[in-house]
């Protein structure tokens, strides 16, 4: 998936490998763009960027996109690229292992999430995750102030130290709000 095997020409220079992912990155960075050649092995000449078939499956929207997951194999598939694209390198990173273990590592310790719960999930757009770790609490401190409240929070903060990354990976891989 992120193999490096792609070159690219920059002022009259050939740099490279790189991955498709890097090469999408420099891209939106604007140090390349689509009539800049490429080449990877398979191709018998060098060609512009929008003329390779990796463009089609990476020229979309940034939002998650229902076709990206294989409802029959249980898996993402093979072009999630642009949907990594959408992540910082710690996120891309944990969503490569995720995806490669085929889905039986969920991410290790996530402590953003741990410390900052409901507002770490309405940062990362999983808002229902929000409402179920923020109402409950709000209303039992309101109606009653026990330490039940206490031990719900407590327990929400653990739950998203230990899977916050599988949350978000199942939102901006699969498109799902809950696993």
Not at 28 to 54: A, C, D, H, I, M
Not at 68 to 96: A, C, D, K, W
Request: proline share 4%; charged share 15%.
């Amino acid at each position: 998936m992120n193999k490096k095997i792609w070159w690219y020409a920059l002022n009259n220079e050939q740099k490279g490998p790189i991955s498709l992912i890097d090469l999408k990155l420099l891209m939106e960075q604007n140090v390349l763009n689509y009539e800049t050649l490429v080449w990877k092995q398979g191709f018998p000449n060098w060609v512009r960027y929008s003329e390779t078939q990796e463009v089609s499956s990476l020229v979309q929207d940034s939002q998650p996109q229902n076709d990206s997951y294989n409802p029959q194999t249980g898996m993402p598939s093979e072009n999630i690229e642009y949907n990594l694209l959408s992540v910082n390198q710690y996120y891309r990173t944990e969503f490569e292992k995720i995806i490669s273990s085929h889905e039986i590592y969920k991410g290790k310790w996530n402590w953003w999430a741990f410390l900052f719960s409901w507002i770490w999930c309405v940062s990362k757009g999983l808002w229902l995750m929000a409402l179920i770790i923020f109402l409950p609490v709000l209303l039992l401190y309101i109606f009653d102030a026990s330490a039940v409240g206490s031990i719900y929070a407590i327990i929400s903060w653990i739950l998203l130290g230990s899977r916050g990354t599988w949350f978000y990976y199942n939102l901006k891989i699969k498109g799902k709000q809950m696993p």
